[in-house]
């Protein structure tokens, strides 16, 4: 069979279509995944100025919340306000130093008072004979 | 139409299509070969761009995680006013409301001016060429060009007006930054944004703030406007601290954006590290209120107040006069020294408090017991072949027992337990003790006068064991009694427990650190047993006593030197002690300088002006670090007996 002469441009032409358009692709898929870093990276560097801002933010509001918490300002804000709050200057835990059972007696205010300081009782035991 | 037409046509179509790509591949190696430099050269000017992260200042906190110390991020608004558009105009009055501007001043600074030419007059600094919304939130960090004009940042934030670093120096340049408010606060900033006025645009710069105000200032210290550390712990812990600043390396758009795809270097910014103190800021507060009360009950030239646990850790360090370090400026030139931490930095004679020393060295050396008996009535003695005169006393004191030695507070005596030990036992004790050494507290700390005990004169072996001629500071004399208080074992005296990163990982732990041992544990325990007899009946300190607590303290009144002389109308009057006595939990020392004017009979001492605040600071604490009396119970014991009684 006779081969046909523009064979060979017709797949040149052809082989040039399909260079092109691959090219072309590959080009347009550089610039969109180009485009997707820009994207990606800006929409991250927002994300990070964001969390900045909100910490930025919280802080402040710490600040501020520990500064109205000052030791000073609170009794400036006791006296004025008329709150009559006290510091705890009482102390918790009574140091018992007398007996205690006597106090408790006596606090109650009822019950047989304890005559700790007689000598005990004389106590009987029977013994058993063999 | 012939098909060798066609098949020509085809041929032609597919050389012209090579040419085509052909040209377009001989352009690109044109453009990035050949070309490639001369092209790139003003891009690489004009697009390069580096933005400095300003790393956040470490926080100071109390013990209990209180935030004595922070830094709190603040814009510092400025206008260009070359930038500004006419459809703004009506949003300038809510501008300056919000700002608190008036109006006028505004749109004074509002109006575009220019610099004159250099050498004509002072000029504006050169502005640096700020980064349009760097971050999004209209607060650009600085960014730089690489020109060599370019000047560094480093105060960039303190100047009014800045002018074009492109423009020649010989002409007039614009003004391309006027100041409006240096502190506007994130929230303000928030809203000055929403504004959207375009040209108003601000720089984030992180302030110190003291949210307690003057608790602890003395210890704290203070970061000045130039965001330098200027005392306290401020300036020693600055290398913790401070930080470390990042940038990173990148590129701009056309209209000054950054591009964060391009971004070839980045250094993160490294936030200081939180440095957590043993300061308790309750305690501090006590002290505080307490030393405002001696202050507005005595009027003193000064007094301090230390409060510190058994292992060394300050738990408060007041002083009075004292500052509050977010108004650190508006200390007169003449009273900066109410800034110092007097408590370290000031020395005075400790009195009497010193005969701790004596007291503990001869027991030590098995020189006298507790009860051993010396005449305290005698007022000269025989020491190495001269007669020495004893100092005098308050009232005559006849023979005395060690213990009665200590708890009368008898200066013959202490002379004599003084003698007994020589002048080289006794300096090696009072060395021992921590005088006349520095203790490695971290600031400011002074060392005393403790002398040479070869260079001592013949009379000072009777005057050091009562507190002349030996001078401390108030935290060396606390040091010292901090020795009977933890078993005999002198230790530094320490702030900082704890350095941790800002996600709250400890980066450093410090521990009790002991300096030396003093004394042995059982002297130590006897010298607490005499210390107690100073606050029961016919002690000096009475007033010192805790109900339901064994008070372990000395009281200690000196001289002060005016005009060369020992003075009777000026005294340091102190108080140093711990409690419970048998199991110490709070060392507490007060002194108080030159309270004699309005101290009860005219004179400042110990035992009136600052026993009572020991007691009442004491009894303030027990609750609140939660003491119980320690050694031995009256409660068991009297269980017991009733459980015996029982049977």
Known sequence: ?130 | MSRGFASNRIAVLGVTLFACFAGLGVRLVWLHVVDRDSILRPVVRARPMLIPETARRGDILDARGARLATSRSEIVLGVDPHSLVPKDRRKWPELAALIGMPEDELREKFTPRYAPPAGEAPAPRTVMKPAADDDGDGAPALAFDFSPRATPPADAVGHEEETDPSADPREPRPILWVKLRDDVPESLHETIRRLNIQGVYGRRVYRRVYPSNQLGSHLIGFVNREQQAATGLESYADFYLRGQQGWRLGERDGRNRELPQFAVREVPRFDGYNVRLSIDSTVQDIVEQELAALAAKFRPAKASIIVSDTDGFILAMANYPTFNPNEYNKVPKDEEARMKNIAVTDVYEPGSVFKIVPAAAALEERLVSARTVIDCGVDRATYNGRVLKLPAEDHAMGRLSVAEIISHSSNRGAAQLGMLLGEERLHRYASAFGFGTRLGFPTGEVRGTLHPYKKWYPIDITRIPMGHTVSSTVLQMHQAMSVIASGGVLLRPQIIRQITSSTGDVVYAYDRAEIGRAVSPETAAEVARMLIGVTRQGGTATNAAIEGFDVAGKTGTSQKIIDGRYSNRHHVGSFVGFFPAQRPRVVISVVVDDADRTAAGGNGYGRVVAAPSFKRIGERLIPILGIRPGGESAVPRLLARNEGGRR
């Open chain 1, 1 to 130: 069979m006779k081969k046909s002469p523009s064979a060979f441009a017709n797949q040149l032409l052809l082989c040039v279509l399909l260079a092109f358009c691959t090219g072309g692709s590959i080009g347009l898929a550089a610039v969109w995944l180009r485009h997707q870093v820009s994207v990606t990276a800006r929409s991250n560097r927002d994300l990070a100025a964001e969390v900045a801002r909100l910490e930025r933010l919280i802080d402040e509001r710490k600040t501020l919340l520990e500064t109205e918490q000052a030791p000073d300002k609170l009794r400036g804000l006791n006296a004025s306000l008329r709150l009559g709050l006290v510091p705890m200057s009482e102390l918790p835990v009574l140091q018992v130093t007398e007996n205690v059972l006597e106090r408790m007696v006596r606090r109650a205010g009822s019950g047989p008072r304890l005559e700790t300081a007689l000598p005990p009782a004389p106590v009987t035991f029977r013994l058993a004979r063999n």
